[in-house]
Antibody, heavy 116, light 112 residues
Framework: EVQLLESGGGFIQPGGSLRLSCAAS????????MSWVRQAPGKGLEWVST????????NYADSVKGRFTISRDNSMSTFFLQMNSLRAEDTAVYYC?????????WGQGTLVTVSS | DVVLTQSPLSLPVTLGQPASISCRSS???????????LNWFHQRPGQSPRRLIY???NRDSGVPDRFSGSGSGTDFTLKISRVEAEDVGVYYC?????????FGGGTKVEIK
């Protein structure tokens, strides 16, 4: 059974940093691109970042470019989102998903709240 | 960036009746390999999103056959042949033809 489990969310002040993790199981992790998608409270879905299967290629939304870094550890079937210089507008539930096309199932999401 | 415009924003439907959601793209979503990477997602209140349809018209495993996707180029449609109570929530189209990946703004389906 495919499972994705996010962790690392929490409450952080503006300008702070957080590292999100997504632990994967039930599929050959090292053969899939992996993505982060977020949803601000009461808003729609927004793609954040995608990393290729090998980790050699990364893409970012303009809204996070230069502040967020996606990475992965295929030996641990886990990928990460390092979030620096956090802003209030980064407040959202962050979901991890398989592929560039966000295959099922998604993770349950982890809430990041940026506030003073 | 590709802008996806969904309509309507809100869709009150009667149980057992059909429903249709439109997704229009600001650019053609046909990729150089000939495929069109337009997907549909459903999010029930308080739940994670779930993909229903990939590459315009392919239903994901476990998705009821009352859901169907169609379209080409820049115009796409998600249809529900007979709405059931569990179909309430927000539907999103999304393209992964080109970077950055983008979602439509969402269509909220509710029961009349």
């Amino acid at each position: 059974e495919v499972q994705l489990l996010e962790s690392g969310g929490g409450f952080i002040q503006p300008g702070g940093s957080l590292r999100l993790s997504c632990a994967a199981s039930g599929f050959p992790f090292g053969t899939y691109d992996m993505s982060w998608v977020r949803q601000a409270p009461g808003k729609g879905l927004e793609w954040v970042s995608t990393i290729s299967d090998s980790g050699g290629r990364t893409n970012y939304a303009d809204s996070v470019k230069g502040r967020f870094t996606i990475s992965r550890d295929n030996s641990m079937s886990t990928f990460f989102l390092q979030m620096n210089s956090l802003r209030a507008e980064d407040t959202a539930v962050y979901y991890c998903a398989r592929g560039q096309d966000f295959q099922n199932p998604w993770g349950q999401g982890t809430l990041v709240t940026v506030s003073s | 960036d590709v802008v996806l415009t969904q309509s309507p924003l809100s869709l009150p439907v009667t149980l057992g009746q059909p429903a249709s959601i439109s997704c229009r793209s600001s650019q053609s979503l046909v990729y150089s390999d000939g495929n069109t990477y337009l997907n549909w997602f459903h999010q029930r209140p308080g739940q994670s999103p779930r993909r229903l349809i990939y590459r315009v018209s392919n239903r994901d495993s476990g998705v009821p056959d009352r859901f169907s996707g169609s379209g080409s180029g820049t115009d796409f449609t998600l249809k529900i042949s007979r709405v059931e109570a569990e179909d309430v929530g927000v539907y999103y189209c999304m393209q992964n033809t080109q970077w950055p990946l983008t979602f439509g703004g969402g269509t909220k389906v509710e029961i009349k």
